[in-house]
């Protein structure tokens, strides 16, 4: 028996109910465990495939049983008006962390099945997924993620084939309710991200301020306050953004998206994840927790960033 093909898939699974890699990678050793164990029960009535993601599901829910959600700051209340107001800072343990693209991209050269596995963790949706109890988040993500027919996720779950339409009804109602970005292609991703690295590290907030769109929203983790609108978030902008060469950043990819590893005065500071769409960038989600900034894209000192500051 060979689990191995099975495990990237596994793991963006496990990280769309879960919402931190980490937490996914430890629910995908346990997926592994269980199936070793039970593999001589295994009648093969379903596919392979379809009893491993039958175990991880069931293992998730039961991770979910000993801890609340992990929603983004936007999921929490409106954004604030006040951009000079101190931030309302919450445990790093609440909130969602990216996930490497390296992770979850599959080893296929087919662009098709990259451009979907990205699309699937994208952080709009995770982010939306937090918001629903965990059983409609399996629903939605076995039925509208991974296209599972109705009879299978219902003996995934445990239940009929009637409670999975009504579940899914019910998680698709409260996901309607978010908005959609209609995103750009790769090269101008790229770009983008290029131009944002560029005037952060050179500190120019006038660039910055001409790749936003006029709809722009920025989160600040582990901050529960957060931003929306281009005036207001470049006058928060302008509190952080300091003098030319304080910031260091590295491109890398977060989620399916663009991102920048960062540093602030040589120290790791976290990753900014950009979701990109026509007019500019309409979300910066900035996960301010240290340890991201060498896992996404090694130490500085080791990598030639992109972007560099202006002599």
């Not at 101190?86 to 996930?99: E, G, H, S, T």
Request: net charge neutral.
């Amino acid at each position: 028996m060979d689990f191995e093909p099975y495990r990237r898939e596994l793991l963006a699974h496990c990280y769309r109910m879960l919402g931190n890699p980490d937490e996914a990678e430890d629910v995908v050793q346990e997926t592994y465990l269980r199936a070793f164990r039970a593999y001589d029960r295994f009648e093969g009535r379903a596919s392979l495939r379809t009893w491993l993601y039958r175990i991880a599901t069931n293992a998730c829910l039961t991770a979910l049983e000993e801890r609340g959600r992990l929603p983004l700051p936007s999921g929490l209340g409106p954004p604030s008006t006040d951009p000079d107001a101190p931030p309302v800072l919450a445990d790093a343990d609440a909130w969602p962390r990216p996930i490497p693209d390296a992770l979850i991209t599959p080893e296929s050269a087919d662009p098709a099945a990259i451009a979907l596995a990205r699309d699937g963790v994208r952080l709009a949706l995770i982010a939306g997924l937090q918001l629903l109890p965990p059983r409609q988040r399996a629903v939605l993500i076995l039925r509208e993620v991974l296209a599972f027919p109705a009879t299978e996720v219902a003996e995934m779950l445990g239940t009929s084939v009637a409670a999975v339409k009504s579940t899914l009804q019910r998680a698709r109602a409260t996901l309607r309710e978010a908005p959609v970005v209609e995103e750009l292609a790769e090269p101008e991703q790229r770009e983008l991200l290029e131009r944002y690295m560029t005037a952060f590290m050179n500190s120019d907030l006038t660039a910055l301020e001409g790749i936003l769109r006029e709809d722009a929203v920025i989160e600040p983790l582990p901050s529960r306050t957060w931003f929306a609108g281009k005036r207001t978030c470049v006058a928060f902008l302008r509190h952080v953004m300091g003098e030319p060469g304080e910031w260091r950043m590295t491109p890398a990819r977060a989620n399916g998206r663009p991102a920048a590893a960062v540093w602030y005065r040589g120290e790791p500071f976290g990753v900014a994840v950009l979701t990109t769409g026509r007019g500019g960038i309409a979300r910066i989600t900035v996960f301010g927790f240290p340890d991201l900034a060498e896992r996404f894209a090694g130490a500085p000192a080791n990598r030639t960033p992109h972007a560099r500051v202006s002599a």
